[in-house]
């Protein structure tokens, strides 16, 4: 008797489940087949609602297996889910100049070759992105939607795990309501399912890193992280964390060496194709040293908005520019350069690395007062202040950060408003870029990236002190 109620229990979650995708299924198919632009033919309309309606079901039955909620809780997610992803499907036909300029060149390198095209560099993404450019390039549908799918997979998968996650730091009751907070996210919409970039794919990583180093589970977290950073170089502003696990011996030497393997096996289909192992490791070198070399930064809500582009660099408010050396100081139009733009930045980024080192310094001697507690305050500090202080930074780097101020949000009730600061600023940073408008002085967006940064930053050093004198107080006690 027993065994058939668990059995009923069980099947109840499974036919919700099927019923609402399939529900999700022909809904998807008839707006794509009525309203993009790219779907010719109701079987293109059929294939691509399932491939939308397969990320449903599998987050839904991710949900179910992981927290087991009532049916009734269960029905109400998968509804707000399934709104999440109409929204989504929505903006399948946006198309950016990421795309245009970019990406559809890259796919059409791939359309053209077969699997040794990945012997050479295409494009400027490390090597997993390439091998999905390269299976997208080959299949009928549409590479732009095809595109967009994969982050929109891991736009639920980034749900998933910060439901997980905030579980971990605030409770039970956190869990939920993070999860759908995670994905009616303007940033977290707009990144993946409208501009079709992959953030949510090493962020989701990260967290996960983070999860399973704070459960103990090194190994899981080293691989993890690996696998973010094969994605996307900005996986960095996440080390200072890998430094404090060393401290407090969460991680082992032993574990560099699986982070390493995790690594080098992402680059194994590039070597079968003939690329050199030297050449695949070297991917985030070429990208750091051949690109953007127009301005300090592109968007990002960070120092470098109170110095001018080239093109606003003559006017009233950027007088003081015209002490700079290299620019004449009586002309009418004391222009910065092109020439100069590049002295700048290597001078901003060598500023950025002494101003890091002595940051990095500060935390190191006092060790031994930042408890494995503070982790994910820590955390959300270098999420903030490196891509804050780095040059030539995009908009969409802070998108770690905007992930990390959401769980420290559920975890402290008095720190719920570091979304609005972090998400906020994130947000109205990528309006310039996608509705070529800007609606508000960005400087007030650093401002509040600023105060955010302040804040966490005032958080830790309280916890510190804290512990400083609990210290002494057992010291002086023994």
Known sequence: MGEHRDMKALRRPAVLIAGMTAALLAVQAVYMKAVLLHVGSWGQAWALSALFALIFGGAMAALACLERPKAGKLAAAGGFLAAMMLARVAMLDFETADYVSFLSGWLDVFREGDFSTLAENVGDYNLLYQYYLLLVAKLPLQDLYLIKWLSVVFDYVLALVMMRAARHFAGERAALPVLMLTLALPTVLLDGACWGQCDTVYVSLIVLSLLLLETDRPCGSAAALAVAFAFKLQTIFFFPVVLLGLIHKKYRPRHALVFALAYLATTIPALLAGRSLLDALSVYASQSMGQYYDRLTYNAPNLYLFFPMLVFSNSQEFIWMRYIKGIDSKGTSPYLTEELMPALQNAALYACIVL???????????????????????????????????????????????????????????????????????????????????????????????????????????????????????????
């Open 356 to 478: 890091t080192l002595l940051v990095v310094i500060y935390w190191l001697l006092h060790a031994r007062e930042i408890m494995p507690d503070m982790t994910l305050e820590f955390a959300l500090f270098f999420a903030i202040f490196l891509p804050f202080v780095m040059p030539k930074i995009h908009e969409r780097y802070f998108f770690l950060a905007d992930m990390l101020s959401v769980l420290v949000a559920a975890r402290r009730a008095d720190r719920r408003f570091m979304p609005l600061l972090v998400v906020g600023a994130s947000l109205m940073s990528y309006v310039p870029y996608l509705m070529r408008q800007r609606p508000i002085d960005e400087r007030f967006l650093a401002l509040a990236m600023l105060a955010a940064l302040v804040i966490v930053a005032r958080d830790l050093l309280v916890q510190m002190r804290a512990h400083r004198a609990a210290l002494a107080k057992g010291g002086a006690q023994a």
